[in-house]
Each structure stands twice: as C-alpha cells, then as structure tokens.
C-alpha cells in the first residue's frame, strides 16, 4: 500500500509540473511593460502585455488598485492615436484585472483607465514603444 501511494504522489507531481511547464509554454518570453499609471485617480502599477496562446492580453500588475468611480474602463490607445473602449474593470463580484484586445486592435501604445460614466480619463501608462 506505501509503494502505490508514493507512486501516486510521484505522478501527482510530475503532473503539476507538466501543467505548470504547458502554462509557461502558452505565455509568449515576448512581454511588455508599461511605465506606472499616472493620472488623478489612476496613479498606482503598472499593465503588461503579452500574448497566451495566440491572443494578445493586457493585465494589471497587483499593486495597481482600480479606482473608486462609478465605471472605470479599459481603453487603449493605438501609434496613430486611434482609441479604443475596451472593458469595464469592475465586474459582478469582483475586478476585470486582465483583458483579451481584440484582434482589430493592430498595436497599443498607451493603456488608459476611463470612467465612462462621467466621460473623464482617470490615468494612463506608455509602453516604450508600441506593442502588438
């Protein structure tokens, strides 16, 4: 009975590991990261970019703290300055902390935090250089 519990256990964690190397496998070694937010309310972290299984993504990093206003929103801002309204951050039961761009969206160069109720842009952050 000891040999097939170890057994067990020994499977169980290559396992994981396996999981844990296909998950490291889907996010792209190609990340990208914003300078900090800046803006009167949005004034905290940072977003990445990368891209997981063929979709870009964009998330906040965890010191970033989602303002306290009726409908804070993703928005993105292209090279050409085209905008986009992506998301709203909060959601029922809790925060939007990581979005899929949509494929019509060709590169992004800055990462905005708007409050699409009162129509005001509460921070935003650059990348470097564009990413797409």
């Not at 900090?36 to 990445?48: D, M, Y």
């Not at 993504?57 to 300055?81: N, Q």
Request: hydrophobic residues 40%.
């Amino acid at each position: 009975m000891f040999r097939s519990q170890a057994i067990r256990s020994t499977m169980g964690a290559l396992m994981t590991m396996a999981l844990t190397a296909g998950m490291a496998l889907a996010v792209d070694k190609g990340q990208h990261m914003t300078g900090k937010f800046e803006g009167p309310k949005a004034n905290t972290g940072t977003a990445v970019h990368m891209t997981v299984n063929g979709k870009s993504m964009l998330r906040v990093s965890d010191d970033f703290k989602v303002p306290d206003t009726p409908a804070p929103t993703w928005r993105v801002v292209d090279s050409k300055g085209t905008v986009y309204t992506l998301d709203a951050f909060k959601i029922k039961g809790g925060e939007k902390r990581e979005i899929a761009v949509p494929a019509y969206v060709h590169n992004i160069a800055k990462v905005q935090v708007y409050c699409a109720w009162a129509e005001v842009l509460l921070g935003e952050s650059s990348f470097p250089s564009a990413v797409k």
